[in-house]
């Protein structure tokens, strides 16, 4: 399993990193498949987003705080102040974290589009 974190450097750069997460398998057990499963993550709540087929973000931004974002239709196309632009289709799953700094540009794919904020407990 994997997500796509952006972050801020030093300088208020923003930048893509992938980061793989640590798996461990679990035993079948009364009657549920093995399943393969991350380390739990602390979260505050999560939100779920609807936006209309016109809608789109500011330019330029930060991330309003650290929360991961999943892509649940549509489609997102996310542009770093590094230059580097990637097209994140549903299922994707982003950790945003570049709170100071330049930001990022978020374009959304036309049609109907859902997303899920899972904002992270300040502590981490």
């Known amino acids: 399993m994997h997500y796509v974190r952006i972050f801020n ?3 208020g750069e923003s930048h893509f990193e992938d980061v793989l997460l640590p ?11 093995e399943l393969t499963l ?7 709540r999560a939100i779920f987003v609807s936006l209309p087929g016109d809608a789109q973000a500011p330019d330029w931004h930060t991330a309003p705080r650290r929360q991961f974002v999943v892509v649940l239709d549509g489609g997102v196309r996310i542009e770093v102040s590094d230059g580097e632009v990637r097209d994140l289709p549903p299922g994707s799953v982003v950790l945003v974290e570049d709170t100071i700094g330049r930001g990022h540009v978020t374009e959304y794919v036309a049609g109907p589009r859902r997303v899920m904020l899972i904002p992270l407990e300040a502590e981490q």
């Open 23 to 33: 798996e461990v398998v679990s035993p079948p057990e009364q009657g549920v498949a």
């Open 38 to 44: 991350s380390d739990p993550v602390s979260v505050d």
């Open 9 to 11: 450097d030093e300088a």
